[in-house]
């Protein structure tokens, strides 16, 4: 009777873990693409806090930081 009860058992086990492991799987994947993002957004921005509007021999930059 053990001996049946252990094979259910590990089959009921099996028949969990793989999903567990893919939710596991898909949050770091998540927390990943959220990295990324985030530094690829970081890169958009000035890295320099001092530098003004009118840094730029052609004037003011425009918003989006990119001078024509």
């Known amino acids: 009777m053990r001996t049946c009860l252990d094979s259910s058992v590990q089959r009921l086990r099996a028949s969990y873990d793989w999903p567990t492991d ?19 957004a970081d890169s958009f921005e000035p890295s320099s806090p001092s530098q003004s ?9 425009p918003t989006h930081g990119f001078v024509p």
């Open 22 to 40: 893919l939710a596991s799987a898909l949050f770091q994947a998540a927390d990943t693409l959220e990295q990324a993002d985030q530094q690829l």
């Open 53 to 61: 509007s009118t840094d730029s021999p052609a004037g003011p930059l």
